[in-house]
């Protein structure tokens, strides 16, 4: 069927944003959890993902999950990705996973350069694909969606999406905009911190153990439903998410743009520079923090012996003020949901080397990130 996709006045950005962040704040609680759960389920379903149950999750787990998860919250659209066809390189969840990446990637090599302004070098080619396929992804499921939700069909979608056709101030190609920011905002990012936890929780027994322990008293059968109630007694594992997010924060920093001059530690910075904070080194300096460089989740749970009074500033993952992450809290939920499935089912061990950050605008491990499962007995 064909639908008009509309577009009014452009709305302004304010405005655009507080629909957004509405709609994903909306989306933290028992009726998500219990979606991401239903996911989080195909995850136990190794039959489905290639490879043996020891095996390299990147480039499989760690990039297909978060669409597949995104996919289903977003825009209640199925990308199967754990299926065999949608391994291949051609079909949509490896296309769209590749697009996100090849706009994330591109953004900060070509911002340094300028050749690309005078014609169209390789890696611009390559962005503006890149974001031709995920407006072409958006396009299609929208049209999709539109039709469905003009039928009776769609009673019981609780999607971003339907949130955002349900605002008169928003146009279709405000919509498709806001679904292309959420690919490329959501994969690698939720991905790339999901390996970081994994690696951090694989490396250090202890802390692997507490949080089993912690996971067991509140979910004593497997595949118990993880409930919003659930969620807010795991401390354990949201402490174990800040923690290795203070460790290896997938994005960089805060950049901003100086509305006036300032004068910085003694340096005057004129308005109009472009300055970044750097998360990963603030966050890793002992003069702020004690003992930087370990995992140590009870540094920030209340209540711990090894509780530490940190700087509000100085671990700031999802940035701060007007323009911070839209999808905070729904972004750790994700990654809370997928560590509990994972932890309470299997035993896991690092298999890798030691890993480094790589930083294309978002900070991504630098080796493989490899990890061996074993299934648990109670
Ligand atoms: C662990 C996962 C994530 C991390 C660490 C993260 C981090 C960030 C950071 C640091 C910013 C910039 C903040 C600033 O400049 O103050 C940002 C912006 C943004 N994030 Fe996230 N993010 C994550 C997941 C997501 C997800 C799942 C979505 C979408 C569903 C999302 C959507 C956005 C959008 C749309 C913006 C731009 C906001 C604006 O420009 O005003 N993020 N994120």
């Not at 951090?200 to 993880?226: G, S, V, W, Y």
Request: hydrophobic share 40%; net charge positive.
């Amino acid at each position: 069927m064909f639908v008009r996709l509309t577009v009014k006045n452009n709305i302004p950005y304010r405005a655009r944003k507080c629909v957004y962040r509405r709609a994903s704040e909306n989306f933290v609680g028992s009726e998500h959890a219990s979606k991401v759960n239903e996911q989080g389920d195909n995850l136990m379903n190794f039959e489905d993902i290639p490879g043996p149950r020891s095996y390299p999750i990147i480039g499989t787990l760690h990039k297909y999950l978060p669409l597949i998860v995104i996919g289903v919250v977003a825009f209640n659209e199925r990308f199967n990705s754990f299926a065999l066809s949608e391994q291949d390189p051609e079909s949509r969840s490896s296309k769209t996973i590749a697009a996100a990446f090849g706009s994330n990637s591109g953004v900060m090599k070509l911002d340094k350069g300028f050749l690309w302004k005078m014609f169209s070098t390789p890696l611009y080619k390559k962005l503006v694909n890149s974001q031709i396929y995920l407006e072409k992804i958006s396009t299609d499921i929208l049209i999709r969606k539109i039709n469905l939700f003009e039928s009776d069909d769609s009673k019981n979608d609780k999607s971003l999406l339907k949130t955002f056709l349900q605002q008169p101030q928003l146009d279709h190609k405000d919509i498709m905009g806001m679904m292309v920011d959420i690919l490329m905002a959501a994969i690698d990012t939720t991905a790339y911190t999901t390996s970081f936890v994994l690696y951090h929780i694989a490396r250090n027994k202890r802390c692997q153990d507490e949080m089993f322990e912690e996971l067991h008293t509140l979910l004593p059968k497997k595949d118990d439903e993880i409930t919003a109630d659930v969620l807010s007694k795991a401390s354990y594992v949201r402490s174990s998410i800040k923690e290795s997010l203070r460790l290896n924060p997938v994005s960089i920093g805060i950049g901003r743009w100086l509305q006036k001059d300032i004068v910085l530690k003694g340096y005057s910075i004129p308005k109009g520079t472009v300055i970044v904070t750097q998360n990963m080194t603030s966050s890793r300096l002992p003069q702020f923090i004690r003992d930087p460089l370990t995992f140590k989740p009870e540094r920030w749970m209340r209540g711990s012996p090894q509780y530490e009074t940190i700087h509000p500033f100085l671990s700031l993952p999802f940035g701060h003020g007007p323009r911070s992450c839209i999808a905070r809290r729904l972004a750790e939920q994700n990654i809370c949901i997928i560590l509990m499935r994972l932890i309470r089912e299997f035993e896991i061990q690092w298999a890798g080397e030691e890993l480094g950050v790589k930083t294309l605008l978002i900070n991504k491990p630098n080796k493989p990130v490899s990890l061996n499962f074993i299934p648990r007995s109670s």
